[in-house]
């Protein structure tokens, strides 16, 4: 949690969120990601000023229980002194304890998006998704928490003021915009008009340019001028080069496409701008590819 301190920007942290969204996919699968098509409303998570504190807090977080389709777990919440925004105890359950930071105490309107990454936790310890390190399950977690409909919370609760900041999550507020950029392309939601903090609606903005641009590198058809000039470039290399053909060809080391030998032929392999998993088609023009993880129909020119 960046109470008063500086905020992390930009996108440090973005082949560990396509990462993430390729194992939820996989672990979900297409039909499960599908019961997530209602994001989180702020009406079920908001605090009243006549709200009692630890009743509101765990009023939101049966709301969050519920949302994440946990029906059999029960979090107890409570508050004291941390550095951290928040910590759950991730035990065998029924029950989960919540530990919330004091400062929650007086900015109540934030309680929904600090338990949201906890309850997410829970999720994925009951799915038993995984990351290897401690850092890259917290990236995870932010990842699920955004696309499953409830890490717009986190994002909305990203707020500066002169020179006061505070950020709660692990991704910088525009790796939480590009999720759910990601997640409102997938479900058709608009989440721009949720946002109460304009710093909120910037980054989101900010996200949701680089995940389009995604949607626009080559050998995707919707690809630019210019990648496309390069493409054919490194296209032409890649087979001038590729005498050994029982390697693949990778034309630069930040490529996302790479070139493979297929009997006479080449092929391609490129990333799915949706869920990320990888797609090889033929290198022979126009084609139509159909992502077997995300089920996105992708027209592409090779």
Not at 206 to 223: C, N, Y
Request: charge should be neutral; proline fraction near 5%; include cysteine.
């Amino acid at each position: 949690m960046a109470a008063g301190g500086p905020v992390e920007h930009g996108f440090p942290h973005l082949e560990t969120v396509r990462s993430a969204v390729t194992a939820l996919y996989r672990r979900l699968s297409y039909e499960g990601l599908r019961t997530f098509a209602a994001s989180v409303a702020l009406a079920d998570v908001a605090f009243g000023d006549g709200d009692d504190l630890h009743l509101g807090a765990q009023r939101v977080a049966r709301e969050l229980v519920r949302h994440f389709r946990l029906p059999d777990a029960r979090l107890i919440v409570c508050f004291r002194e941390m550095t951290h925004a928040a910590d759950v105890e991730l035990a065998a359950g029924p029950e989960y304890f919540v530990e919330l930071n004091d400062r929650f105490r007086t900015h109540r309107q934030d309680i929904g998006a600090a338990l949201a990454h906890e309850v997410a936790h829970v999720y994925l310890h009951r799915l038993g998704l995984t990351f290897p390190t401690t850092a890259e399950n917290e990236i995870l977690t932010d990842t699920v928490t955004t696309f499953l409909g409830a890490g717009w919370l986190l994002l909305d609760a990203y707020r500066e003021h002169g020179e006061a900041s505070q950020k709660l999550g692990y991704l910088t507020p525009e790796e939480f915009g590009y999720v759910l950029a990601k997640r409102a392309a997938v479900f058709g939601e608009d989440p721009a008009v949720w946002f109460t903090s304009p710093q909120a609606y910037t980054a989101y903005v900010a996200g949701r340019d680089r995940a389009r641009a995604d949607e626009r590198r080559a050998p995707l058809s919707g690809a630019g001028w210019a990648e496309r000039r390069r493409y054919a470039h490194d296209r032409r290399e890649s087979a001038r080069h590729g005498e050994d053909r029982h390697h693949s060809a990778r034309p630069r080391p930040d490529s996302p496409y790479e070139f493979t030998p297929d009997g006479a032929g080449w092929k391609v392999s490129f990333p799915c701008p949706v869920c990320h998993q990888r797609i090889r088609v033929p290198v022979r023009g126009r084609v139509r590819a159909r992502c077997g993880l995300c089920r996105t129909v992708l027209e592409c020119d090779t």
